[in-house]
């Protein structure tokens, strides 16, 4: 009866909740998110900065990465508790929560602890990263976990720095080849992305403008960290007539990638076409290329620099293309912006 009794009153006094620990490794990567976030000056990254610390309570706690980006792990309170249990006869909730702290400080000497079984090793569980921002941030919009999870996902593979290469001339023509894809086909489930449906992914005989102009045109790829044979992102890189450089619309299997680009990009300084896409049209910026080699039988379909003065021998474009912001040109103007090969004159 006693027995029973001192449990009932264990039930009573359980501890649900207990405060928030994270690995160094995790919360290395919330700290480097936060900085991203403060350079880009992104308002869809506002991640409550009480929940993600360790004074918000959850029913997990000591969370970690795991070997995928798309997971991290944790510990269910109820599961620690439960071993807690086994070692006091009556739980205390203040003198549970200092054990739980005590476990969160070994974790930086878990190597030097031999078959060490605390919070960080027992009883742990996965769960996807969106799911779990949604669980202790659940004020935040869908659109904001996204580009969280996105943004963590590409932190997580610039562990190992991203194999970017920038090539010209002939190579530029290889890399458009599906062939030399990571994902080529609808069997490939989710990974094809823009990259694997983009319209210029066949290897058409279309690139001479790019391949044609190595002083000023650029591919930067993104090789597969699973066959470096192949790519899994490329984007355009341009020359401007000002001798900055420009980083044209990123195409890639996995949206969370374009992030890796872009930090690149920014690290850099270079202006983007997704910086450039979130002005309105008549605000788009006004940026020039100019080409040795401009008259071709065929031409790609081009995304931002696709108008060309035929007469003076320049690309001139803005994001948005509007003519009037190129009226004073000559005549003689066509747009690259078919899938066929062809163009079509401008006035």
Known sequence: MLKKAIETITDKLRVEKAPMHYSHKFDNYLTNMLSIN???????????????CEFHESEISFIDITDSPDTISFTPINKIYKEYKKEELVVEPKKFKLYLQAHASLYPLLSYIKN?????NNNRVEMKIGKFVKKISPHLSDKSIEEFVNQYKSLYKTRNKPKFEIIQGSDIKKWYDQENYLYQSDEDKDGLGPLGKSCMRYGYDYFDIYTENPEV???????????????????LVWKLTDGSIYMDRI??????????FRNYGKEKGWPTYYDNKKLSHDMAEYYQVDLKNVKFDNYPYVDTFCVIDLDNKKAHSAIYNKNNRISGL??????????????????
């Open 330 to 347: 000559s005549s003689n103007l066509i747009q690259i912006r078919n899938s066929n090969g062809t163009y079509y004159n401008v006035f």
């Open 116 to 120: 060490y079984k605390g919070a960080w």
């Open 38 to 52: 403060k350079i880009n000056n992104d308002s869809i990254y506002e991640i409550d900065t009480i929940t993600m």
């Open 217 to 235: 045109c650029s591919l930067m790829i993104l090789k597969s960290d699973i066959d470096d044979t192949k790519i899994i992102g490329r984007a």
């Open 251 to 260: 195409y890639t299997h996995f949206d969370s990638d374009v992030n890796l």
